[in-house]
C-alpha cells in the first residue's frame, strides 16, 4: 500500500509539474505576443520620429528661405497701411514714368530708322508721309 501510495503521490506531483509546465508555456507565449506587439510599436514609433526629423528639415528650410527673402519686412509692410500707401504711389509713380521714357525712346529710334528709309526711292515717300503724321500728331 505503501508503494501504491507513494505511486499516486508522484503521479500527482507530476500533475502539478505539468500543470506548472503548461502555465509557464502559456505564460511564455503571452511574454512573446506582448514583446511582438512592444516591437510593432517601436517600428511605428521610429517611422514617425523620422517623418517627424523629416518635416522639422523642410520646417526649417522654409523659415532660412522667409529670412533670406526678408519676409517679416513684408509682413511688416502689410500692417503699416500709411507706409503701404507710400510705397505702392511710388512704385505706380516710378512705372508711369518708366512706360513714358520708354515709349519715347522707342518712338524717336523709329522716327529715326524710318528717316533713313526716306532716302530710298520707292517706298521713300510712303515713309516721309508716315513720319509727316507721326511728328504732326506728336506736337
Known sequence: MNLAKKIQEKRKEKEKIEQ??????????????RI????????????EKEQLGLISEKIEAVLEK?????????????????????????????????TVIGVSVVAALLI???QQMI?????GDLVAEIVKIVQDNLR
Open 66 to 98: 522667409m529670412e533670406k527673402n526678408r519676409f517679416h519686412e513684408y509682413i511688416d509692410l502689410v500692417g503699416n497701411r500709411k507706409k503701404l500707401i507710400v510705397t505702392n504711389l511710388i512704385i505706380g509713380i516710378s512705372r508711369g514714368l518708366g
Open 112 to 114: 529715326y530708322i524710318l
Open 20 to 33: 506548472r509546465i503548461e502555465e509557464e508555456r502559456r505564460e511564455k507565449e503571452r511574454i512573446e505576443e
Open 36 to 47: 511582438k506587439e512592444l516591437n510593432e510599436k517601436i517600428d511605428i514609433i521610429r517611422t
Open 119 to 123: 532716302s530710298l526711292p520707292l517706298i
